[in-house]
């Protein structure tokens, strides 16, 4: 029996426990490091792998640390006694194995599956074996049945309508912050719109950490149902509401293997849909040269495999394909684009047009799932919601409802212009290297971090002229961007004559 102690080590979604080499009472062969343990307590019990400190000063003899991930999860308060044996390995193992041999897997091998991976049974190097395995070859009934899998496991939300909407983006475009539009726009019309967004793993901002900066985020289940009951919908995380709790395990795996296969997308987003209790679903894939879905060809077979998972699911689902060919509204990072979203709803003279449209574009699709609507009103709706004034109240109501943000972040008051070397036109914008260089000037870590963008594709700029503005809260981070910066600034632009 060993005392428990909390380690200040973020391990990120991994159970990681932490046993002195000096132990006397757990120095068998069974227990070196990387093994998984089973750390137990008065019916309370968590699986974790095993790492051994050298360090006497960091954890004693008689001590088991774990990281905040597993401390937390545990549920133990520090100093209590508890049991540490030798974890079986998950018989879904054999499974695993299987598909990295090539074979095809059942519905019930991914349930299994599945649900070790919630539970932790696996390692991230059995987990990285699983999704590379899977990402060379999965047949369509195979997605079917890891989507499902998904979905089974951790919550599962129920609501009193019948007609429950949402809208999700694929992502690879920075500044696409519509689900903030959509939402206010779609509960002011009376739809419900339990919206559960992710927080950035690669990007620069995912919708939790921009929504963040206006209201809390981070609710749990029953707050979210009250929220959704007074104000038709919400934009909370859905990390906190353990809606297909293995999907953020695995893709906390996924993004540093770059692993972002068109099957694991569908599995991972129509299991969160269908764990919110969505019926109907409008998904956005923006297309281009430097986003995610790069081809006509790739952006078509993503929505077919879209269409047949929802229909097999029962979701009804509509893929609308946009411009993906540059950054969508003038900032990038939680601030920036916190503002743009705020200036649209308020109707304000300096609202990106290009995020107004697009939200317009989105949200009209979804109004036309009501059947009281009449076909092909959905974007007149849309935009007589917006200009009325009543989605910059409902957005209102919904900041209300869940609450002031835990912190009020300011704009990065480190700041680099980068100006144009000549007269020119802007011919292209480079999304995946503007995201990186937000990124790597703090974005989503510091909330204030971010690009301010004052061109877009097709204006015309004199040599000298700012093309867009580095913000940083941090000396480091400043110079990592401005060094990217030197490399190539992401602007391309075509000289006049």
């Known amino acids: ?152 496991v951790g919550s599962r939300l129920t609501w009193p309508d019948r007609l429950v909407v949402d809208k999700h983006c694929i992502g690879g475009v920075p500044g696409n912050r519509t689900s903030m539009i959509v939402v206010p726009i779609v509960a002011a019309h009376g739809l419900t719109i339990p919206k559960t967004s992710s927080r950035s793993i690669t990007s620069p901002a995912g919708t939790a950490d921009t929504m963040e900066v206006l209201a809390r985020v981070e ?16 934009i909370v995380w859905g990390g906190h509401v353990n809606l297909a709790p293995a999907d953020d395990i695995l893709i906390s795996v996924e993004r540093p293997l770059g692993i972002d296969t068109r099957e694991q997308l569908v599995a991972s987003i129509l299991s969160k849909k269908l764990s919110a209790g969505s019926t109907h679903l409008v998904i956005d ?40 060919t540059q950054p969508v509204g003038n900032g990038v990072g939680p601030v920036l684009e916190a503002r743009d979203v705020m200036r649209v709803l308020e109707r304000d003279p300096l609202a990106p047009g290009d995020l107004r449209s697009r939200a317009l574009l989105l949200a009209g699709h979804i109004l036309e799932f009501d059947p009281n609507l009449r076909g092909g009103k959905g974007h007149e709706r849309a935009k007589e919601l917006l200009d009325s004034g009543a989605a910059a ?55 204030g ?31 990592f961007a401005g060094e990217m910066v030197a490399e190539d600034p992401g602007y391309h632009l075509t000289p006049s004559r």
């Open 1 to 152: 029996m060993l005392k428990l102690k909390p380690m200040a080590i973020d391990t990120y979604r991994e159970n990681v426990a932490y046993l002195s080499r000096d132990c006397p009472l757990y120095r068998a062969e069974k227990f070196q490091g990387l093994a998984k343990i089973e750390v137990s307590k008065n019916g309370r019990s968590i699986l974790a792998v095993l790492n051994i400190i050298d360090d006497s000063s960091l954890l004693g003899a008689d001590e088991l640390g774990l990281s905040e991930s597993g401390f937390r999860q545990l549920g133990l308060p520090a100093g209590e006694v508890v049991k540490v044996a030798q974890a079986a390995p998950p018989a879904s193992r054999e499974a695993v194995r299987a598909k990295v041999l090539g074979q095809s897997l059942s519905a019930a091998d991914f349930e299994a599956i599945i649900r070790d991976i919630a539970a932790n049974r696996y390692s991230k190097m059995e987990i990285a074996a699983f999704l590379i395995a899977s990402a060379s070859f999965l047949t369509t009934d195979e997605v079917l049945s890891m989507t499902r899998a998904m979905a089974a």
């Open 219 to 234: 609710i749990d289940i029953d707050e979210m149902r009250d929220i959704v009951g007074r104000a038709h919908g919400c």
């Open 285 to 324: 894939i923006p297309m281009g040269p430097t986003a995610k879905v790069r081809s006509h060809t790739d952006a078509i077979r993503l929505r077919k495999l879209f269409e047949f998972v929802g229909d097999q699911l029962g979701l009804t689902v509509r893929v609308e394909i946009t411009d993906g």
């Open 393 to 447: 109240r409902q957005m209102a109501e919904i900041i209300e409802a869940q609450g002031p943000p835990p912190a009020s972040p300011i704009l990065g008051t480190l700041k680099q212009d980068v100006i144009a070397d000549a007269d020119g036109t802007v011919a292209a914008i480079d999304c995946y290297r503007i995201a990186r260089l937000a990124r790597l000037a703090g974005a989503p870590t510091d909330k």
């Open 449 to 479: 971090a971010g690009i301010d963008l004052f061109k877009k594709v097709g204006d015309p700029v004199q040599k000298g002229e700012p093309l867009y503005r580095i913000h940083a809260a941090h000396p480091t981070d400043f110079r």
